[in-house]
Structure formats: structure tokens, C-alpha cells
């Protein structure tokens, strides 16, 4: 018993170790997502979670380690990842959906690395969580309309959210604002919205939003972008509705008029993600 309240206090430390911390959120970051199945790695990068840590990464939302069962499932509808991570009972692996002969030596399938035995080994981890918020993701549709969780409702405090945006090669994605209401503050500090003209949160920066205005529309250079939201412990809003279009540079118009009264932030260069 005493062994168990232990161990319940030792989880729960875990857990709180990812929430809050000096105004920052430490958390994982959103990668790929299939079949309620994510991948997350350490905000300090790749390999960083133990096995106690990779699972207060996905019981932080709600969630659990996928099982193998549940990381396969995902794989069969397009889960493909290159990086190990833990799963249930203290397995490692990860999900390969096309061979290639620097990830998954060539094979495809779970590439699965067992039972680890020691659980101090530092990797990725898959989460399980069909009922998580509609907070995040990955979206490869043609176009899409973001909501903050919860919307129309006021969105909720401690959220992390991280929208990844990939579309077909050589298109451009714009975003259009339809509805915002994010609590307004001078250096957007407390809660905000931050845009990327990349794949993740570190290249790309376009800005950092707040505030009740509507801000102008953005276009991509290449055909990933990624959203991030996050608010902090006190005060909420309204939220937010945005909207994204894809638009093809082969097709006369396309990426030059615009439907919204602002102007068009069309971002220079041109890069893309196959
Ligand atoms: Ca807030």
C-alpha cells in the first residue's frame, strides 16, 4: 500500500512536471497524429522522454502509450514516423509505412525494438488518445477551418495546441482569420497565437498574434505551415476561427487576388516538403 501511494506520488510529480512552470508550458511537442495515435518528443528535442516521462507526456492530455496493436492500426492508414518511441508496457518502436534505406532498414512494418528493461533509456513517445480535444493535429486536406478547443466557447486555460499543415508539392497555403479573440496583452505574453511558415515551431517565424483584431491573411512560401496556440493559467477569451485554402502558382489568380478587405502577407522565397 504504502509502495503504491508512492508510486502514485512519484506518477503525480511527473505529471506536474509537464504543466506549468514560471509561466512556460513544458510539454512535449505535437508531431504526426493517425487513428487517435500521436507522436510526441521532448520540447529539448528527439530521445529525451524515460519511460516515466513518456508517460506523463500523454497522461498530461489524457491519453496513455499506444499499445503495439494501436500504433500498427495507425500505420495501416498512413502513420509513418522515423523516430523510436515508447509504448505501453515499456516497449519501444515506431511505425513504417514506406521503406526507405535510412529509416526502418528497408522494411516496413512496426520496427520494434521489445521490452526495454531499462526503463532510464531516453526515446520518443506514441500516445493513445481518440478523445483527445480538437487541439492540434496534422492536416493534409486541401482546405480546413481551425477552431480553438471548445469554440464557440471560450477556449480553456493551459492549452497547447500545434496545427501542422501539409499540402500537395509546389501548392501554397492561405490562411484566412474569420473570428479572433485571443486574451490581449502588449507583447502577446499571456495567451497567443503563433504562426510558421515551416513544419515546426522553430524555423519560419511569421508573428505572434493577440488581441481582438483580425489579422491580415498569410501565405505561404512552400506547402507546410504550422499554427501553435497556448494560454496561460488565468484569463480566457472568445477565440478564434481560421480558415485555410491551398492555392496552386500554376493557376492564373491564385495567390494574388484575395477575398478578405486586409492586406495579404504573401511571404517571399519558396520551399517545399515532399
Ligand atoms: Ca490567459
Redesign the pocket.
Known amino acids: 500500500m504504502i509502495a503504491l501511494l508512492l508510486l502514485s506520488a512519484l506518477l503525480w510529480d511527473e505529471t506536474a512536471a509537464w504543466g506549468f512552470k514560471d509561466g512556460v508550458l513544458h510539454n512535449s511537442i505535437w508531431l504526426e497524429r493517425a487513428a487517435g495515435v500521436y507522436h510526441r518528443e521532448a520540447r529539448s528535442g528527439k530521445y529525451r522522454l524515460t519511460y516515466a516521462e513518456a508517460k506523463a507526456v500523454c497522461e498530461y492530455e489524457g491519453g496513455h502509450l499506444a499499445t503495439y496493436q494501436q500504433l500498427e492500426a495507425a500505420r495501416k492508414i498512413g502513420f509513418h514516423v522515423c523516430a523510436a518511441g515508447w509504448m505501453a508496457k515499456g516497449r519501444v518502436g515506431y511505425p513504417i509505412v514506406k521503406a526507405g534505406a535510412n529509416c526502418g532498414f528497408g522494411k516496413t512494418g512496426i520496427v520494434d525494438y521489445g521490452i526495454r528493461l531499462n526503463r532510464s533509456e531516453r526515446w520518443d513517445a506514441y500516445c493513445y488518445n481518440p478523445n483527445g480535444k480538437e487541439c492540434g493535429g496534422v492536416f493534409t486536406d486541401s482546405k480546413h477551418v481551425f477552431k480553438s478547443p471548445g469554440y464557440p466557447n471560450e477556449y480553456e ?1 493551459e492549452q497547447i495546441c500545434y496545427w501542422h499543415i501539409r499540402v500537395k508539392y509546389g501548392q501554397r497555403i492561405q490562411l484566412q482569420f474569420l473570428e479572433f479573440d485571443v ?1 490581449d496583452d502588449t507583447a502577446c505574453m ?2 497567443f497565437l503563433e504562426i510558421y511558415d515551416s513544419y515546426d515551431d522553430i524555423n519560419g517565424f511569421v508573428g505572434r498574434f493577440c488581441g481582438d483584431e483580425l489579422p491580415d491573411d498569410i501565405i505561404s512560401t512552400g506547402n507546410v505551415m504550422t499554427l501553435k496556440f497556448l ?6 477569451a472568445g477565440g478564434f476561427q481560421i480558415r485555410y485554402t491551398t492555392l496552386d502558382p500554376a493557376r492564373p489568380g491564385d495567390g494574388k487576388n484575395t477575398t478578405s478587405p486586409g492586406k495579404t502577407n504573401f511571404l517571399a522565397g519558396k520551399f517545399g516538403i515532399m
Open positions: 486555460n486574451e499571456a495567451d494560454t496561460d493559467a488565468s484569463v480566457t
